[in-house]
């Protein structure tokens, strides 16, 4: 077990070294990293009301979600994917939310102008001569597809749902009765072929007609999970009824205050620890050495965790981190009180190592199981920074557990002999 523990250690220190390597399987790549939040780098804070005023209440939920997935591929576009964003939406009874950071973004006023764009929800059919084999759809570009008129203005709805003859995951779409017209006339024309659906000018499906279609609804089918069909429904729906979305809020950080607020958190952060373990060695001598070694395998592990996850850091992630430092101890100082109590009832120092850790381990449990309880609360009920907060604490406190129960415990039975024994 020791020899796992210091595998585990060093595996945790490569990943935590600044310049260490990044993870790379077969095609699979990440980069470890240190994603740090708006707060470090600077950037700007939007925060955008949504108008549901013209949406049915059942619909709200959706035409938000709608918004946010549209808003999200917009970023991913514009910053090719590099960009370190968040985006979140909350709701209440008359308020629908969606807050953007943009960490490192230098020019606000132009994402701000490409988020407030509404979105363009297009159905185009091909152009002769050109190739529309299935496998060659997705690199197809917009401009090699046929405007036929059919835009979002004369889109009605998308439903996912499940086939009732094949039970397989499908979507219906409708059109209104000028969008039903042109339908009509374009799934005459491309019997056999695709028709391509694009919102803000991306592919999202070009399934193919099968027969001529004079209803003004339709059905989407092709290899969806229901949850893809949920997604591609949700996307449909806020291309073809676009939620107008209102600046109220927009706060600038700059990087030189983020950069000041990390160097003074490091600061702090190393004198907490710093207290802790000369307090941890003086109280309980060896003991307390032991439980400063385990916290040091802590603190590899969770900044790695951090990496691997990753956590994206902002001032109130670091502060979840260096409280739940102080918390890693409480379960050693828990457990080093019941060794004492078991040595002076005239145990002999391996017994009361089981018997402090036996002991202790029901008050552990419960004291970090209301912890995680506190933190569940306020990742999935908080917002921004209160969530950041929230889940570097969870992490610490589930990390503090392994190495107060098992790394505490080993090395001290690895160590046991006379000298630990006075």
């Not at 600077?42 to 949406?55: C, N």
């Not at 307090?279 to 965790?305: C, E, K, N």
């Not at 828990?334 to 120092?349: A, N, Q, S």
Request: charged content about 20%.
């Amino acid at each position: 077990m020791f020899f796992a523990i210091l595998v585990v250690a060093i595996l945790a220190g490569i990943i935590d070294w600044p310049k260490g390597p990044n993870l790379k399987i077969g095609s699979y790549f990440k980069e470890l990293k240190i994603h740090e939040g708006l707060d470090l780098v600077g950037g700007a804070s939007l925060t955008y009301e949504a108008d549901m005023s013209k949406i049915a209440l059942k619909d709200q939920d959706g035409a938000l979600e709608g918004a946010k997935t549209v808003i999200t591929r917009r970023l991913d576009d514009k910053y090719g994917g590099s960009l370190e964003y968040v985006i979140q939406t909350t709701s209440s009874l008359s308020t629908h939310r969606i807050l953007i950071d943009l960490p490192g973004v230098s020019d606000i006023n132009e994402a701000i102008a490409m988020i407030g764009q509404t979105a363009q929800l297009e159905f185009r059919e091909g152009i002769e001569g050109k190739s529309l084999q299935e496998g060659q759809l997705k690199s197809i570009n917009i401009d090699d597809w046929k405007d036929i008129g059919l835009n979002g203005s004369l889109f009605k709805s998308a439903t996912a749902q499940a086939s009732p003859s094949t039970y397989e995951p499908e979507i219906a779409i409708n059109f209104n009765d000028e969008g039903a017209k042109i339908f009509s006339d374009a799934t005459s024309r491309n019997v056999g072929k695709p028709l391509a659906i694009f919102l803000d000018k991306q592919l999202l499906s070009a399934p193919r007609v099968n027969q001529a279609i004079d209803s003004g609804s339709a059905v989407i089918t092709g290899q969806f999970t229901m949850d893809s069909a949920k997604q591609l429904a949700l996307q449909l729906n806020a291309g073809a009824l676009p939620v107008p979305i209102n600046l109220v809020e927009q706060r600038n950080v700059g990087a030189t205050l983020g950069q000041d607020s990390v160097r003074k958190s490091f600061i702090a952060g190393l004198i907490g620890i710093l207290f802790v373990v000369l307090f941890m060695i003086f109280r309980y001598r060896f003991a307390g050495l032991i439980a400063s070694i385990a916290l040091a395998v802590y603190a590899l592990i969770v900044i790695a965790l951090f990496k691997l996850i990753p956590v994206t850091m902002t001032l109130a992630g670091i502060a979840g981190f260096i409280l739940s430092v102080g918390m890693a101890v409480d379960a050693n100082i828990l457990i080093f009180e019941r060794m004492k109590e078991e040595l002076r009832r005239g145990k002999v120092y391996s017994a009361a190592i089981k018997a402090g850790f036996n002991r202790a381990w029901t008050s552990i449990r419960d004291s970090n199981a209301s912890s995680l309880i506190t933190c569940a609360i306020l990742f999935f009920l908080g917002t921004g920074l209160v969530k950041g907060f929230a889940l570097t604490l969870a992490v610490g406190i589930l990390v503090s557990l392994f190495t107060a129960i098992t790394v505490t415990r080993n090395l001290l039975f690895l160590f046991l002999g006379k000298k630990v024994k006075k």
